[in-house]
């Protein structure tokens, strides 16, 4: 990326520069939607995760509350 000043013309753009360039750009914005994406999706599946957790957690306490005769929530 550093070469795209050597070779500008009387103008001032060179066109297969600043598309070489916009090509690398959009390459690079993709791949970081990419990454953004596969991040996104595994903070859902651990989100997911940690709900059928605390779910299990729930009924498992609930379980053994009703085992000691526990009712309500009181002793």
Avoid: C
């Avoid at 053994?64 to 309500?72: N, S």
């Amino acid at each position: 990326m550093a070469d795209l000043g050597k070779d500008y013309g009387a103008n001032g753009s060179d066109p297969k520069n600043i598309q070489d360039l916009t090509t690398f750009v959009q390459n690079l914005l993709q791949q970081m939607q990419d990454k953004f994406q596969v991040m996104s999706d595994q903070i859902i599946t651990r989100i997911d995760d940690m709900g059928n957790r605390i779910d299990d957690l729930e009924k498992n306490i609930a379980d053994l509350m009703t085992q000691a005769g526990v009712e309500d929530g009181r002793v």
